[in-house]
């Protein structure tokens, strides 16, 4: 049994078990993109499919197409990872907003339309004047999602790629990849940035909430040591660091059990913390000071 086929059999033994645990908690929380949780089960069935080939890949070495599909699964395996912080942190920023509610009938007829346009509407609502700092961020991690998703194709297309006899396009597949792995590495660092702005407010957020940021905040390291290995990994010649091959001991410390330790760490915070309901339209939904002066106002006419 070669290093590489026992990393691989130690991924099928690790997350099948993570991936029942997740069950429980998709069927508690509700299956949504917002909670993240979906992410990391989606994670799981990718690296238990990515463990499979890498174990293909070493029983027949001399199929490359094995050892690609295990590179593939390994790189978009990011964006799943980077989902799940992106669905926890928004639940963070959610839970801790300051609402501040709209006059009604005040919104334009052609903001009201504009808010039902998928992308456009979510663009619109960032740079509005009447958004919240709160909103916005929230917002944002919404946004962040498109890119995420247009580097997850150029990943798969790139992978693809990589696999033709046709030198040119095994180049342009190189290209693709590493593209893809340079939005992952924008969006991770969009997602620290929120989740220290989230940070500043501690205080704010409800105490059965505080350990979610706590969570992602002690994640966001090993995140980092996994993307400086996928970065050496694409971008440099050293012989420790491919994604075919290299050294088994640098791969295990510094991609495979960061991943492990992530997706163990969410998964028990899942468990843990109530289900997610969402807030509403930051816009439609009044904050507490506006309910309370509303309050005081009809008292006094009274």
């Known amino acids: 049994m070669t290093p590489f086929e026992s990393l691989s059999i130690a991924e099928i033994a690790i997350y099948p078990p993570i991936l029942l645990a997740l069950t429980f908690v998709l069927l508690r929380h509700g299956i949504s993109k917002q909670s993240g949780f979906i992410y990391l089960a989606t994670f799981c069935i990718i690296r238990i499919v990515g463990a499979g080939f890498g174990i293909a890949a070493a029983i027949h070495p001399e199929n490359i197409t094995d050892q ?7 790189s978009i395996g990011i964006f799943s990872i ?7 942190l928004k639940r963070i920023i959610d839970e801790t907003s300051t609402r501040v509610p709209r006059p009604l009938g005040e919104k334009s007829q052609i903001e009201g339309v504009l808010r039902y346009i998928p ?21 944002i991690i919404q946004l962040i999602q498109i ?9 798969i297309i790139g992978g693809t790629d990589l696999t033709s006899s046709n030198i040119s396009d095994q180049k342009d597949g190189k290209t693709l990849l590493k593209a893809g792995i340079i939005i992952f590495l924008v969006i991770y660092l969009c997602l620290v940035a929120l ?3 989230s940070a500043t407010e501690f205080n704010r957020i409800p105490a059965g909430e505080k350990r979610i940021l706590v969570v992602v905040l002690a994640a966001l390291p090993l995140l980092a040591v ?6 050496l990994a694409y971008f440099s010649d050293f012989k420790d660091f491919q994604i075919y091959g290299g050294s088994v001991i640098v791969r295990a410390f510094m991609a495979t059990l960061e991943e492990m330790l992530i997706v ?24 507490l000071q506006g309910a309370k002066m509303e309050e005081l106002g009809s008292d006094v006419r009274g």
Not at 226 to 231: A, K, N, P, Y
């Open 82 to 88: 980077l989902g799940a912080t992106g669905g926890l």
């Open 226 to 231: 996994r993307f400086v290995w996928t970065l």
């Open 264 to 287: 163990t760490a969410y998964t028990v915070v899942g468990l843990m913390i109530s289900k997610y309901t969402g807030n509403q339209d930051p816009e439609a939904q009044p904050s």
């Open 68 to 74: 690609i599909w295990s590179g593939i699964l390994g």
């Open 147 to 155: 890119p995420g998703t247009v580097a997850l194709i150029l990943c």
């Open 195 to 197: 989740a220290l702005n």
């Open 119 to 139: 992308i456009v509407g979510l663009i619109a609502r960032i740079f509005s004047r009447r958004a919240t700092a709160v909103s916005r961020r929230s917002s």
